[in-house]
């Protein structure tokens, strides 16, 4: 593997389902295959659960890693091609890039959409020309319309713990205060349909996803209905599609609450956080035994070091 | 040890102490045990001597580190319970503290007192969610109210220079130009309580400490007496307890300086640093021969990893 | 060597390339030399290629590196001697150097010059204080004059890429929207006055540097002449030296472009980055086969590594 962007770059993900959950049965297996070999984890944006699942990702399999918050220790990229740095850009991603790929066997990259532009964003300009420029495998700690890790963990997470073979997985949309990316559902949701479940999306009218990435998926308005006999519910927010990134008046009656859950299938509740308590999701869910959403995030790691591993043996 | 965030947490001080001059002397012979065991070292608060001698003791263990700066490389925290998170704080320590105990064997936290809530800083409420909802070994990195590695180090270094079974110790408040947290002077007189040897705290009327870190010292507003034949000094600025987090007014004259070492046993000065030059400590001390403040700081390390190679062979 | 701070440091700069080229072949043969040794990267001012690159030299030496912001981790550093230090600054330089000494074996610091009073930069006090209070050996990751790391890892790019035994190179000033330090022109100076090439230095009238530096240099403030049958450009903005760090209107025209290579003997441009893309340099040559950038900034990874071994070597 030489580039892990989105579902689309995997061969077979029920092979690396398997990697991620054999690999934490034995962490350390691998420690030969990464060493001398470093990583350089890139942030545009903020980061905790990533930035730490893929370090200790990394270092289980006895890489270095190198850690640079471009945001805070760095400065800021030019990402025109052509353009006249004369202002307040410091360096192009071009060398950018290609430096960093120059100390680096692998590099992580995360950068978040602007929300204004959607063109801009679903086009992919910087984690793509990050990619072309770097001139080493890439994996994305997420980007403007994917977060594939998170997805992978999920997926990972869902095998582990489902109790029948072909679950009912249910992606419900949450209020928030804020308007957040579609990266994590649009990701969630690709991966969804092509795994073995029964995937059905809620959502309130207007904060429809782009459909390139729920083709197959069961789509409803209606989240009652869609919560009948889930055995995983996926909280998450995310804003608008079209008009693109607006938040819509109204809606808070979208917040997962216990009483949600009583028509489930005893529904494993999960989210790839930071969650907003008492907005997307209730204290008592959270609080409760329903809640994977810990879990969840530490098989960050597993599904880190199943596309870790596969990279270095592609070196 | 499962837990380091006060003296209390220990069973044999002169014990901790003695390993700790041992590792000293040799620091790498323990890099079994913590291999593939990760620190995360977590900061809500900058850190110089606290990160650097942490993240060296955890090395000399054979450990992974990772530091996150909670504050400038992550996002604000909600500490309240029940809280509708509709505000600017992005995520719960509930959720934080549980996922960095996923990735963790062991974990570091450094949080200050706000100095506004005297009940709400002595209760520790962030310093003990951050324990109750990680899941694994917590050492305090300096809590609102204590800066116990701090104080391990300091009686490290007492031991490893005292010229006599049991030394004259005086703590002694400094001027400084900020409401500093009282945590240093607190957690000093807790471990020099139970340590062996002649303890005086001498502060200015006013500045009187929590009673509950100071049974069993001497307490005195004469400077000049309680320096009389000290053979340790240990200067320190702390704000007033009561009116909580307050600096009042005067005391500029409590600046150690050297004059006022005549009458003393040829003592050595002692300082957590950072230090105010010539506010709270003069020059010519610690320029001098009787200041040990840079020895006390090398000494950090040697705490830090007395104190984790329990906690790695509780694991 | 204990101290790496300019070309003045280095006994043999020949034998110091060929160390460098040699371990581009070999990186990891010496990891047993940094085993349990410590580096610790103190950044007052921030970085991309020498922080990435001397951490990558000194994992391949197998030492550990910490790495500390001191801008944006830490806290506003003292640095006048006999100051009482009632204001801003929370730390003095004595201080903060000696205990960094206490954690690391070999300490590496980058300072920029204020560009506001010369004989404060050209003294290098903050340089020059922390190597004094430290009491470690001291690599210069760029101080206020000087880039040594740099001007190795371009000799030993020229040294690597050149087809012919004396090549001509040329240090040709640049335009910028920003006043510059002279470190970088200073330091590349300084090193190609002492290599076997025939050294050019050509820049707007106005921007002469301090001659210190540039002794057996030939200078000349006429481009077309000083790249006629180079074979080595090196492009570099530089602030006037007298009036001190001062921008000079006009010079536009001195961005090189690609139609000046024309009368170079097929010249390879080098660039110490970041560039300004159509400022200093146009994109035509940066995206074209003349341009060595990237190529040149890897080599910064050997150019540490050689410093750090001979560094080892004496500890």
């Known amino acids: 593997m030489k580039l892990f962007s989105s579902v689309n770059d995997v061969t077979n993900i029920n092979e690396l389902v398997a990697e991620g959950l054999k690999l934490k049965q034995n962490p350390y297996t691998f420690q030969d295959l990464g060493k001398n070999k470093t990583i350089g984890l890139v942030f545009l944006n903020p980061s905790l659960r990533t930035r730490l699942s893929t ?26 091609d052509g353009a006249i740095m004369n202002g307040g850009s410091v360096e192009h991603i071009k060398e950018a890039a290609a ?22 964003d679903y086009s992919e300009s910087i ?31 869902i095998e582990e713990l489902k109790t029948k073979p072909r679950p009912k997985v249910v992606l419900t949309w949450a209020p928030h205060v804020k308007a957040l990316p579609q990266a994590v559902p649009n990701s969630f949701a690709e991966w969804m349909c092509k795994a073995d479940v029964d995937f059905v999306i809620a959502h309130p009218k207007g904060y429809e996803l782009n459909t390139d990435f729920t083709n197959g998926a069961t789509i409803t308005n209606n989240q009652d209905e869609a919560l009948q006999d889930a055995d ?7 804003s608008a599609y079209e008009p693109y990134g607006q938040v819509l008046p109204g809606n808070e009656d979208w917040m997962l609450t216990l ?13 790839c956080l930071p969650v907003r308590r008492n907005v997307e999701l209730s204290d008592e869910i959270l609080d409760s035994d329903s809640s994977i959403v810990i879990h969840e995030a530490g098989n960050r790691v597993w599904a880190a070091q199943a596309v870790l591993k596969q990279m270095l043996h592609n070196l």
């Open 99 to 120: 430096v960093m790929g120059e100390y680096c066997d692998i590099i992580g990259i995360r950068s978040f959409p602007g929300l204004k532009d959607r063109d801009e």
């Open 259 to 271: 009483d949600k859950l009583h028509p489930t299938n005893d529904a494993k509740v999960m989210h």
């Open 55 to 80: 370090q200790k990702a990394a270092l289980n399999l006895g890489m270095n890693v190198i850690v640079l918050n471009m945001d805070k220790e760095g400065w800021a990229l030019e990402l025109q």
């Open 232 to 238: 995983f519910i996926y909280v998450k927010n995310w």
């Open 127 to 157: 984690f793509n020309k990050f990619v072309k420029y770097c001139g080493v495998p890439v994996v994305s700690l997420e980007s403007a319309t994917r977060h594939p890790l998170q997805s992978l963990a999920d997926l990972i997470t």
